[in-house]
């Protein structure tokens, strides 16, 4: 069994079935894409994993355990986080607390919610994050506003937030998008760095076919709410079944 598990899952708004009987299994380690054209059913998946949505058919299971009927911030504290489209930052804060606060929640009066399962001190707090922040490359801005930062620096800051949990899985919606080339390839670079270095699972929704190509050990591709196909990055490309989903679409993701 995979780290990630979706069996049967459907999923219907009025006349629209935005999911059919979707089956993908995500492999502990590994980066899995999940493409499709526009419509697919993509981002309706995505929020069936993280509590936004209820599926009304089917299940999802993180390491065995089953995620429906959880709220988000129930699923972020078995080891699963997300990075938005948009990067969620607080904008008002410095790069360092941004950081912090993740570790920082507090519930009934002790530090419960972080990664070392014990009350910390802030300076433990303080110099976990000041790692965080090495391993995505922000080190020598800590003290900087995060408003005044680049996209793809937002990126590196809200990767070094959801790591600050210790996440198991990470889920990542269009990580590159609005960046340019040169921080689309830093960014793929980061992602595969961080995939190894922090021991987590990343499972990517992306239509740069050229960031799904370079980072994903397997892809799921969607078409019209279900999956049509599961294998090998070398063998998606040629697939006619991939073909003839992506037929006419004017987007290429």
């Known amino acids: 069994m995979g780290i990630l598990e979706v069996q049967n899952v459907s999923k219907r708004f009025g006349g629209l079935q935005a999911l059919d009987d979707v089956n993908l299994s995500v ?3 590994t980066i899995h894409a999940i493409i499709g ?9 995505l929020n069936c994993f993280v509590g936004r949505l209820l599926p009304d058919a089917g299940t999802v299971l993180f390491q065995g355990n089953s995620l429906l009927g959880k709220k988000p911030h129930e699923i972020n504290q078995m080891g699963v986080s997300r990075v938005f489209q948009t990067p969620e930052i607080f904008t008002d804060l410095t790069i360092l607390e941004n950081v912090m606060i993740p570790t920082f929640a507090k519930r009934d009066g002790a530090f419960k ?5 014990r009350v910390l001190k802030e300076v433990e707090i303080k110099e976990h994050a000041e790692k965080l922040l090495h391993d995505v490359g922000l080190q020598d801005s800590l003290t900087e506003p995060a408003s005044a930062m680049s996209r793809g620096n937002k990126r590196r800051l809200e990767l070094a937030m959801c790591l600050s949990q210790e ?10 998008a609005g960046m340019a080339r040169a ?3 830093a960014t793929i670079d980061l992602l595969k760095e961080i995939g190894k270095s922090h ?3 990343l499972v990517i929704i992306e239509h740069d076919m050229h960031v799904v190509f370079s980072l994903a050990d397997k892809i799921s591709v969607l078409a019209q709410g279900t999956v049509i196909v599961e294998d ?19 987007d290429d993701g």
């Open 27 to 29: 492999e502990e380690g």
């Open 167 to 176: 996440p198991k899985l990470l889920l990542l919606d269009e990580p590159t």
């Open 232 to 250: 090998l990055p070398e063998n998606i490309k040629g697939n006619p079944k991939v073909k003839e989903a992506y037929l006419g679409e004017t």
């Open 37 to 45: 054209p526009n419509g697919a059913g993509k981002s309706t998946l």
């Open 183 to 185: 921080d689309t390839n």
């Open 199 to 201: 021991d987590v699972t």
């Open 113 to 117: 919610f972080n990664p070392f399962g």
